[in-house]
């Protein structure tokens, strides 16, 4: 399948994604406590297996794809916008950031460790974007370091009490996120150059699927929606558009030659 039909897939479905995640919120899920209402357990679940069979098929699409030339994407404008406007949510995020009371001081050192990293490296890409210098290779580890930190302190946070589909989306987000940027720091770094393409292609669509579902439903329900559906941090919202905008940005950088 070519890039430019993995492009139609993704903007077909990620419109799907949003409305069945939408259709969920709003008639199958509590607004007060975000489990499912009594009777709609159902078609809850069937709603959030369409956004993740969705997110499967676009991913298996997409490693299917044709070779391209193994090579970070140029500077440009819009990655320059997208990891400044990273860098931002992030610190807002890390301002604002709460920590359940289970919470051990050692993992709470290293998420704000890793969250000022990221700040501090997606500053660094803005800049780049504008000024055209380049970055050691190692330092694109950092946004890989952070997202395996979310991923680890997002299982341990979630108590089995607490498994709501907000929360399931949230860790799957920063699953793909880990995959995805696992992915990219290879690509800077010149490892698994044979299918690496393909994994970044994969795994950026993926993410900016699932990562961008969670997100602008989330926001469309309280903006347009008649009571407030408040279960996850808005910080984090944010911070999770945000990086779903990112892998879309980056991955079409990445490919766009062959459009």
């Known amino acids: 399948m070519s890039f430019k039909k993995i492009i139609i897939a993704f903007s077909i479905g990620l419109p799907i994604c949003i409305a069945a995640r939408i259709l969920q919120i709003l008639f199958t ?14 078609l809850g679940r069937v709603l959030l297996a369409v956004i993740f069979v969705v997110a499967a098929l676009l991913y298996l699409f997409a490693f299917k794809a044709y070779k391209t030339p193994e090579k970070p994407p140029k500077n440009n404008l819009f990655l320059a916008i997208s990891s400044g406007c990273m860098a931002l949510v992030l610190l807002n995020e890390f301002l604002g950031q709460r920590f359940p009371t289970t919470a051990l001081n050692w993992q709470i050192t290293m998420i704000k460790i890793s969250t000022v990293a990221c700040i501090a490296y997606f500053i660094t890409i803005a800049l780049q974007g504008i000024l055209g210098f380049k970055l050691l290779p190692i330092l694109h580890v950092i946004p890989c370091v952070f997202a395996i930190t979310k991923t680890i302190f997002s ?10 589909s907000d929360n399931v989306l949230l860790v799957a987000a920063y699953c793909l996120l880990m995959l995805f940027f696992v992915n990219y720091a290879k690509l800077y770094n010149n490892l698994d150059t044979d299918l690496n393409f393909r994994k970044i292609l994969a795994t950026g669509l993926a993410t900016s699927i699932v990562c961008n579902t969670q997100a602008v439903a989330y926001f469309a329900v309280n903006i ?27 991955t079409i950088s990445h490919f766009y030659k062959t459009l």
Do not use: W
């Open 155 to 164: 299982f341990i946070s979630i108590s089995s009490l607490a498994i709501i």
């Open 224 to 250: 347009f929606g008649n009571q407030e559906y408040l279960h996850t941090d808005i910080s984090v919202m944010f911070t999770v558009l945000c990086f779903g905008i990112f892998t879309l940005a980056f």
């Open 29 to 42: 899920i509590k607004s007060k406590t975000g489990f499912y209402l009594h009777g709609q357990e159902n």
